[in-house]
């Protein structure tokens, strides 16, 4: 991936409204933020200061730049060829971009689950156990903590302990996207990326989820693309507005769904386009 110098003109406070943040506070801070595909200049100037503990809402139509912002937030984007950004994006006050900041030591702090459940073809056990094996644990006691208290954290351990050595693919597709929750909590992340994971589960089984992301942000920051403008208001705390590759609008949900400042935003959750 290609980083390049870029000054820009928007400002925080110019998408934040009257939001007050403090660097306390603050888990992911976003600053001017551009990011090309090739040509196709995809993120324009973002700037979003995200806040600890915790869930911050991205919604905006299709090909807005939901998914490709969140995957910047681990680096997963630089997997795509020719991609090229400039900006920071500063975690836990250090900038990821850093020649020095290992993309793996970032991957451990920030987990990902992904729009459609993704479990591997191993055991139950196996799926969970996976990430802490790979960080040099190997002591079946210590394992079988890790899994018990990853799928305890996950909601799921009633429903599996039983089954534990079976493959992950015998379960629902709710029930695998809780294992893939799971398996992110295993490794002890500090902030949890969700994109889409409801959009493909039935509505009890996003019922659970919606519960679940309500239950970890005691622990855990959660940021989360979602086209369900419903599921935004019910689970965030703040909601980021884009449209086409800017960030519109950014403030606290309630206040983008009662009051938004932007016409913009007012005609997409009225579902005047979208």
């Known amino acids: 991936m290609v980083q390049l110098n870029v000054n820009n003109k928007k400002t925080t406070s110019e998408i934040t409204g009257n939001q007050e943040t403090t660097n306390s506070n603050i888990v992911?801070?976003?600053?001017?933020?551009?990011?090309?595909?090739g040509n196709h200049h995809a993120l324009k100037n973002i700037d979003l200061a995200i806040k600890e503990n915790e869930v911050t809402a991205i919604i905006g139509p299709s090909g807005c730049g939901k998914s490709t912002y969140i995957k910047t937030l681990n680096r997963m984007v630089e997997l795509v060829p020719s991609v090229k950004t400039s900006g920071e994006i500063i975690y836990r006050d250090r900038n990821i971009f850093d020649a020095d900041y290992g993309v793996e030591e970032l991957r451990t702090k920030v987990g990902m689950v992904f729009q459609k459940p993704n479990p591997f073809p191993k055991s139950i056990f196996d799926n969970i156990a996976y990430g802490p094996r790979i960080h040099g644990i190997k002591n079946k006691k210590t394992l079988d903590d890790i899994?018990?208290?990853?799928?305890?954290?996950a909601a799921i351990w009633d429903e599996v302990k039983d089954?534990?050595?079976?493959?992950?693919?015998?379960?629902?597709?709710?029930?695998?996207?809780?294992?893939?929750?799971?398996?992110?909590?295993?490794?002890?992340?500090?902030?949890?990326?969700?994109?889409?994971?409801?959009?493909?589960?039935?509505?009890?089984?996003?019922?659970?989820?919606?519960?679940?992301?309500?239950?970890?942000?005691?622990?855990?920051?959660?940021?989360?693309?979602t086209h369900?403008?419903?599921?935004?208001?019910r689970i965030s705390d703040q909601t980021a507005f884009f449209l086409?590759?800017?960030?519109?609008?950014?403030?606290?949900?309630?206040?983008?769904?009662?009051?938004?400042?932007?016409?913009?935003t007012e005609d997409y959750i009225s579902g005047r386009f979208g």
């Open 228 to 233: 369900n403008m419903q599921q935004a208001a």
């Open 244 to 264: 086409n590759g800017e960030v519109i609008e950014f403030d606290k949900t309630d206040t983008i769904f009662s009051t938004p400042s932007d016409k913009r």
């Open 147 to 153: 899994v018990e208290q990853s799928l305890r954290g």
């Open 163 to 225: 089954r534990l050595n079976e493959n992950a693919y015998g379960l629902s597709g709710g029930q695998q996207q809780r294992i893939c929750i799971a398996r992110a909590l295993a490794i002890e992340p500090d902030v949890i990326l969700m994109d889409e994971p409801t959009s493909a589960l039935d509505p009890i089984s996003t019922l659970k989820v919606e519960e679940l992301v309500q239950e970890l942000k005691q622990n855990y920051s959660i940021i989360i693309v």
């Open 28 to 37: 992911y801070d976003t600053r001017q933020l551009n990011l090309w595909y």
